[in-house]
T-cell receptor
């Protein structure tokens, strides 16, 4: 099946710093990628839809200035958590469909811990 | 709007027991349905899928049948193993470009030997 990678897998940072998470589709092109946040023992919360070559679409309640998304190429989307705070600590997961509207392939996730 | 409801967990079973995790959905049109599994410390993996009514998805001994009349996609396995311990997510896709999956809240399965 298709492969989606994320980097880094884990990151620990100090409060107030910014952290960039990369999501790559390794063997297919993805015009659309999705960013989710998963809280402990909770389901996945869709944060935003990343669109190649255009602005991301954010879900209600997600601060676009805090969670910056850039989809600069057909294989790479980045999520930058700006001025991170402890409440931003979470598991961030990206996904991409190989074809529009079909099953999505998920990255392994990035565990962010903000001290 | 579209939604997925799955049974709350945790589900605790002994090895070789029968497993059912219920999932029902609300959607307009004809969605595709999925079960994803998340093992401890890992990302989500597609377990099985069904794209139209009466389709049966199966993988690793797990099965689920797309029932349009009951808007359900229950996950079953005849004999669970300790290695099946994970969180299971039911999800639907509206089969439209640019739309994300809609997930249920997840069901934690713990299997003991």
């Amino acid at each position: 099946g298709a492969v989606v990678s994320q980097h880094p897998s884990r990151v620990i940072c100090k409060s107030g710093t910014s952290v960039k998470i990369e999501c790559r589709s390794l063997d297919f092109q993805a015009t659309t990628m999705f960013w989710y946040r998963q809280f402990p023992k909770k389901s996945l919360m869709l944060m935003a839809t990343s669109n190649e070559g255009s602005k991301a679409t954010y879900e209600q309640g997600v601060e676009k200035d805090k969670f910056l998304i850039n989809h600069a190429s057909l294989t790479l989307s980045t999520l930058t958590v700006t001025s991170a705070h402890p409440e931003d600590s979470s598991f961030y997961i990206c996904s991409a469909p190989r074809e529009a509207g079909t099953e999505q392939f998920f990255g392994p996730g990035t565990r962010l811990t903000v001290l | 709007g579209d939604s997925v409801t799955q049974m709350e967990g945790p589900v605790t079973l002994s090895e070789e027991a029968f497993l059912t995790i219920n999932c029902t959905y609300t959607a307009t049109g004809y969605p595709s349905l999925f079960w994803y599994v998340q093992y401890p410390g890992e990302g989500l993996q597609l377990l099985l899928k069904a794209t139209k009514a009466d389709d049966k998805g199966s993988n690793k001994g797990f099965e689920a049948t797309y029932r349009k009349e009951t808007t359900s996609f229950h996950l079953e396995k005849g004999s669970v193993q300790v290695s099946d311990s994970a969180v299971y997510f039911c999800a639907l896709s509206r089969n439209q470009a640019g739309t994300a999956l809609i997930f249920g809240k997840g069901t934690t399965l713990s299997v003991s030997s």
